[in-house]
């Protein structure tokens, strides 16, 4: 149990439609960051967030964007859905220090 | 750029014996991180290694990394099937918390 929430666990989209996913990160976790995991590959870096400001950016296109807010929680939120956005998005935090992150149990997205 | 390279991708293994994971990493790092994931869920830590010549151990599992090498391995010692998952090792950017992961090593222990 990692205290890294994440919701919904599963969800269906539409090419063209739009989806917000969120994260609850554990207290005193300034940064938090999401990837993307295909289909039997590692999780790709997408973005990260420090105290409520972007601080880091994977090779993701600006459709992708995110909101970190001061209770611990997040947002992905991603436009214009096309198919190879079906993936698991997963969410990770850390208190400043190197101990690693950890990570939320993911949000499985379908794109149709 | 970082790159991260495990070998190898696919492991299949009988109960009781032992294996070696290695994880490759393109440019300087003095951190490492291994992480196992069961099909359909998400990202469990297994090790943090912290500096040159660390060594951690847990159960059936090893982990060591050479900063000097750029090598990270994952020593899997009497192998039994609740090991069976996919395991990644990450390489964090330089004083940043972004991490480029492995392409993963998908471990199947047969009994």
């Known amino acids: 149990e990692t205290g890294v929430t994440q919701s919904p666990t599963h969800l269906i989209k539409t090419r063209g439609q739009q989806v917000t996913l969120r994260c609850s990160s554990q207290s005193g976790h300034n940064t938090v960051s999401w990837y993307q995991q295909a289909l039997g590959q590692g999780p790709q870096f997408i973005f990260q967030?420090?105290?409520?400001?972007?601080?880091g950016r994977g090779n993701f296109p600006p459709r992708f964007s995110g909101l970190q807010f001061p209770n611990y929680s997040s947002e992905l939120n991603v436009n214009a859905l096309e198919l190879d956005d079906s993936a698991l998005y997963l969410c990770?935090?850390?208190?400043?220090?190197?101990?690693?992150?950890?990570f939320g149990p993911g949000t499985r997205l379908t794109v149709t | 750029e970082l790159k991260v390279e495990q070998n190898p991708l696919f492991l299949s293994m009988q109960e009781g014996k032992n294996y070696t994971i290695y994880c490759n990493y393109s440019?300087?790092?003095?951190?490492l991180y291994w992480y196992r994931q069961d099909p359909g869920k998400s990202l469990e830590s297994l090790f943090v290694?912290?500096?040159?010549?660390a060594v951690k151990q847990e159960g059936r599992l090893m982990a060591s990394l050479d900063t000097k090498a750029r090598l990270s391995t994952l020593h899997i010692t009497a192998a039994v099937h609740d090991l069976s998952a996919t395991y990644f090792c990450a390489v964090p950017y330089s004083g940043t918390y972004k991490y480029i992961f492995g392409t993963g090593t998908r471990l199947k222990v047969l009994a």
């Open positions: 990770a935090s850390n208190h400043e220090g190197i101990q690693g992150q950890y």
């Open positions: 440019t300087t790092s003095d951190r």
């Open positions: 967030y420090y105290r409520e400001e972007e601080n």
């Open positions: 290694l912290l500096s040159n010549g």
